[in-house]
């Protein structure tokens, strides 16, 4: 499926904890937008493959997303190599999206980071018609990348005060991370489940306080992006 954005994420719930509400804003203004996890979290703390499918699959109604797939790379084991590339230049090509999305380049999560740089490369690659030949290039007008645990300098943000109930409820699917008390001796505490979804709350408002809007997403870029001028 053709798709206007493509977001990447290393598990399901990062896309929704940094750009739920960017998500929500261009679906309800028609546009095909679609998710690709690159994991299935299989080392989560919490959860379990076929639970976080599941809540992946809620989130994903909710956002109105166009697609949502998932590459089955290893979790706590996204690296620069050719066979990562590859699957992550295929998805582009398959998309064939204007914009992507991946992961800020800077995070306290080692697979965040990955697959920052592995969507990077892809990107690039994407491009190159002798690149795996099979599939035809596709150029990807803007890179840009979301915050998911660590704040770095936002270059533009978008105010998304009108999706953040929706936002919440997307966040509120993954309860098997986010879910505070939550009963069984097999949970584990971790920084997700003791007043992370607070958190990002405060850091979308403080986004949000820079335009005077109640709630704002951040973003960076690598690359100057183009503007019109009215």
């Not at 940094?18 to 299935?40: E, F, N, P």
């Not at 398959?94 to 980071?113: G, L, M, N």
């Not at 879910?179 to 069984?184: V, Y």
């Not at 097999?186 to 607070?198: F, K, R, W």
């Amino acid at each position: 499926m053709s798709l206007d954005i493509l977001v990447f994420g290393a598990h399901a719930d990062d896309a929704e904890i940094g750009m739920a509400g960017t998500i929500a804003k261009h679906t309800a203004a028609g546009l095909k937008v679609g998710i690709c996890d690159l994991t299935r979290s299989e080392m989560s703390s919490n959860g379990t493959v076929e639970r976080r499918a599941a809540e992946a699959a809620a989130a994903s109604a909710l956002l109105g997303l166009s697609a949502r797939t998932n590459l089955r790379l290893p979790d706590r084991g996204l690296y620069i190599t050719s066979e990562h590339v590859a699957a992550v230049t295929a998805e582009i090509r398959r998309h064939a999206p204007k914009i992507v999305f991946a992961p800020y380049w800077e995070d306290r999560h080692p697979d965040h980071v990955m697959c920052s740089r592995l969507v990077e490369e892809a990107v690039f690659n994407a491009k190159l018609r002798r690149f795996m030949p099979e599939l035809p290039p596709v150029r990807v007008d803007q890179l840009y990348f979301y915050f998911i645990n660590d704040l770095g300098r936002a270059d533009l943000i978008v105010d998304i005060t009108g999706y953040y109930n929706l936002k919440e409820k997307a966040l509120g699917c993954y309860s098997s991370q986010f879910e505070q008390g939550a009963a069984g001796a097999d949970v584990v505490s971790t920084p997700l489940n003791q007043g992370y979804i607070e958190r990002v709350k405060a850091r979308d408002s403080m986004l949000g306080q820079r335009s005077l809007t109640p709630f704002a997403e951040g973003f960076a870029v690598k690359s100057p992006y183009k503007v019109e001028l009215f």
